[in-house]
Every structure is written in C-alpha cells, then in structure tokens.
C-alpha cells in the first residue's frame, strides 16, 4: 500500500517510464505500507531508482574490473590510491568529475564489490542533482569498501521478499573457500523482478550469482550461498531536497516516514563497517 501524506491517493504514473511504473504497482499493491510525504517524493524515488539500475549497467559495460584491495588501481589523474586500496579525490578534482571518469575510463579502475556498489550510488544521485550540489555534499570523497559520505544516508531494512530494482542485496557464501576470502559474498544491484548486477560476476538471476558463489566452497562442501533478508537504499526523501526544482521549505523538515519496518544505518555484507 502506498500512502501519501497518510491517505491513500490516485496518482497518475500514465507518463512515467515503465520500471517507474512497475516499481509503483508493485509497492501499490505490497501488504506492506510506504509513506511519502508528497508525491514529489514519490516521483523522487522512481527516478533515483530508475538511476540506480542504470548506473548498475553501466559500470557493467564501463570496463572496470574486478580486484581485492590490495591489488585495486585507480586513474592517477582523479584518484590517489590509498594504503589500504581506496581511492581518494584529488584535491584539484571534483567529486562530479572523479565519479564520472570511472564510467568513462573503466580500464583503467580495479576494486572489490562493495566498492562498486558505492560508486553505482553515486554516480545515480550524481545523474538526478545538480553538479555544484553534488560536489558540496560529497566532498573530500574517499571510495572504500562500505564507507561512504553521511549525506547518501543508506538504510538498512530486512525483507528481501519485498525489495524493487534499486535496491541492494546481499548473497552471502558461508563456506567459501580460505584462499577466496573475498567471494564471502556478493553485494548487488537489483535490476528487475529476479535480475542482479554484481561487480565482477555481472548480470544475473539470483540463482546464477548462487550457482557462482557455489564454485567458490570449500572443496567437498554442501552448504549453498543463498540471498539474505538485507535490503539497503538511499534515504530517498531526504536527498529529495537538492533536486532541481526541489520544493525546500516543503522538504527541508524532512519528515521520515517508515515502512513500518525498523531501519538502520549500517551495512552487514562486508567486513569492514561504515561509522
């Protein structure tokens, strides 16, 4: 069910694109409840996550590749290439430019899939904001792992059974194999009903990240990867307030209605952790 302002109201979608309309429907008809303050937040959210799933594809086809942290690279031009296999901005380049030149010159950047996920992110709400807004929020930018910049605000909930393209699943492998570490898991993009983009396995169904996940066991082991209950996206309403034409005095309380389901601020599909 989907409530705007607390009332169930008639919201015409006949000319918002088909994902948008699809995501709509199904949160329309979900026996959960989902709250928007206004129907600019709900639009909002299309749009952001049409973005998302774009930005998922194209990073797929960017030529980016994939690497542990010790072995993660990065152009020189944009990024330094921290210690621990980070990137961080350059002081003479903005984030806008930084995150752009990764779609633009993929060959040239390795990393883990945590990392790509947050790029993917960016780079969305980078597509749905204003350059010089963009740049304000996300300065000094540092990608690594789960760590991100406060103001992308993801949430965590539970309930993968009621996650929409744009949101982000974990599969996790809990026998994997002591010299693959780093296939513990996969973080991924959902695309579609039963569609996942993963840096450095690529577009699958959830049964094909599986069954890749599956290759990467302990030898003889029976014990199957699988998705798990986590979902994490953007706090869309608050990012709402720095879209062009953004209503501010509407949104700038930025009155955070739930799902009815608690959140949390903090990712589990890594082993490092955002603080």
Same mark, same amino acid.
């Given at each position: ?128 904001? #204003?350059?010089?807004?963009? !740049? ?6 540092? =990608? +690594?792992?789960? @760590?991100?910049?406060?103001? /992308? ?28 570490? #780093?296939?513990?898991?996969? !973080? ?6 039963? =569609? +996942?983009?993963? @840096?450095?396995?690529?577009? /699958? ?71």
């Amino acid at each position: 069910m989907i409530l705007i302002a607390g009332e169930e109201r008639t919201v015409d979608v006949s000319s918002w694109p088909q994902l948008a309309k699809d995501i709509y429907e199904q949160k329309r008809t979900s026996p959960r409840t989902y709250n928007y303050n206004s129907i600019y937040h709900l639009q909002f959210e299309m749009t952001l996550r049409i973005k998302i799933v774009e930005a998922a594809d194209a990073l797929d086809q960017s030529g980016v590749s994939f690497a542990t942290f010790e072995k993660s690279k990065c152009n020189d031009q944009y990024w330094k290439l921290t210690d621990e296999g980070g990137f961080q901005l350059k002081m003479a380049v903005t984030p806008a430019e930084g995150i752009r030149d990764i779609f633009r010159n993929g060959r040239q950047y390795s990393f883990e899939c945590a990392t790509a996920i947050v790029i993917v992110l960016y780079k969305a709400v980078l597509d749905v904001i #204003q350059d010089h807004e963009f !740049n304000r929020l996300f300065a000094n930018l540092l =990608l +690594y792992d789960w @760590h991100y910049d406060s103001d /992308l605000r993801l949430i965590q909930e539970q309930g993968s059974q009621y996650s929409y393209p744009g949101d982000i699943l974990y599969f996790k492998n809990p026998d994997v194999a002591p010299e693959t570490p #780093q296939w513990q898991g996969e !973080n991924a993009v959902k695309l579609d009903d039963d =569609l +996942y983009y993963g @840096h450095g396995i690529g577009i /699958l169904p959830a049964q094909g990240i599986i069954n890749r996940l599956n290759q990467l066991r302990r030898p003889g082991s029976v014990t199957s990867a699988y998705m798990t209950e986590q979902v994490v996206f953007p706090d869309f309403l608050y990012l709402s307030q720095f879209a062009p034409g953004a209503d501010r005095l509407h949104n700038i309380a930025l009155f955070h209605f739930t799902t009815g389901i608690p959140s949390i601020r903090v990712l589990i599909g890594s082993q490092r952790w955002h603080a």
